[in-house]
């Protein structure tokens, strides 16, 4: 069942097409859940979304940063070269 959650009006609007037999798939499954066919594709949608955003850089700004740390790595961190000089001295094979 779906979590209780305040009802708010919306007030944009977005035309999808798709097929008929779309169309009705998505009906029943949104019915089985007791949501609308909107709600269904709006929460579908928005979740989505969300879980792109979390590994896509979104604004321009995270790509500036990006840039900026590929063109200009950081420096490595003390315990990564003593590492990296340790195992060049007892390599593995």
Not at 47 to 72: W, Y
């Amino acid at each position: 069942m779906p979590a209780l959650i305040e009802r708010q009006n919306r007030e944009e609007r977005v035309d999808v097409r798709m097929r008929t037999h779309e169309k009705e798939f998505l009906k029943s499954v949104a019915n089985a859940a007791g949501l609308t066919l909107s709600g269904l594709i709006v929460s579908s949608a928005l979740r989505e979304a969300r879980r792109i955003s979390k590994t896509t850089l979104t604004t321009r700004e995270q790509a500036t940063v990006l840039g900026e740390l590929l063109l200009k790595p950081p420096a490595p961190a003390k315990a990564a070269v003593e590492s990296l000089r340790k195992a060049r001295r007892y390599p593995t094979k």
